[in-house]
């Protein structure tokens, strides 16, 4: 049982069923090259107590930690050594870097492997609380789909990223009439498992399946057709009331055409009257002009990963 946590630390813990064996799992949570497959499109891992494990998105979306307790196939306790982003409103103080854990308990019982997460100590408000939720719970998904669907394949990912000064509602609204075509994300959910058509071009519409719709946050679909694609949108209210806009797709086996083909739907979403941008849009962790790495061998998890940021 989690120990209660007294104000104003607090921890944020869900939990997924997975159709595969707790090995599977085990791997994809400290092996580099699973982890780059579900997970960050950058991963260093030094197995075993007192190792290591750090992740990157690219630019100070970079987080590390150090492995604390290591029950194989288990128990996975981990120390944080640097917080995703560094500062974030005041969040990810110093004074409480050394006292955050994130916890993985694994277990197996007829087909299923249950992984179940907590992450603690926080200060943040009860939204910023919410927001590491929603990152974990889409996370988790992703590590669902991969091992469910496309266990042991290459990933590759397009992902935009934007910022607006527009309000988040008016933002999602327009997101959906551009992107999804019916039903709209109008009701709250995880696994909602709710059909739907997503616009994948001018001239293209694909099936898919909301998985989860939480708006005006994120919205995640898991593509009927195509390979099995894996779609995120998301939209994050900064301090000063600004938009982060991510519109993030994975595929799986030989997917770059059809991401090559999303972006450019994406990029002429934003370039036209799709979304207003502010002019920092451009430089958000240098995403949103050249790739930050090229498509092979990004980063340090070898050719297990192909990524295309856009």
Known sequence: MAQRLQEPHRS????????????????????????????SPVAKVSPGLDGHIEVSWGGAMTASWWIEDWQPLHFLQLREDKP???????SFGDDLASFRRLKFALSYDDGRTTLSLRHGDFAGDQSFLAWIKRGWEFELLS??????????????????????LRPAAAVWNQLMQA????????????????????????????????VICDPPHQLAVTMADHGGELLRIKLFVQADGSVDIDLWMAAWDNGRPRLAGFARHWKDLFAGAGVELDQ???????????????????????DANKVELV
């Open 280 to 302: 920092r849009g451009q430089d958000i962790d240098q995403i949103g002009g050249d790739p930050i790495c090229e498509l092979e061998g990004c980063g340090q998890s070898l």
């Open 143 to 164: 590590l669902q789909h991969y091992l469910v669907n496309h266990a042991g394949k290459p990933r590759r990912i397009a992902w935009l990223r934007r910022r607006t």
């Open 179 to 210: 992107l999804v075509v019916e039903p709209n994300c109008g009701r709250s959910g995880l696994h909602v498992r709710q059909s739907v058509a997503i616009t994948l071009g001018a001239a293209e519409i694909a099936p898919g399946v909301i």
């Open 84 to 90: 995703l982003g560094g500062s974030a409103d005041g």
């Open 12 to 39: 944020v813990g869900t939990q997924i069923e997975i159709s595969a064996s707790i090995a599977q799992v085990w791997a994809a949570l400290v092996d580099a090259n699973e982890l780059v497959r579900w997970f």
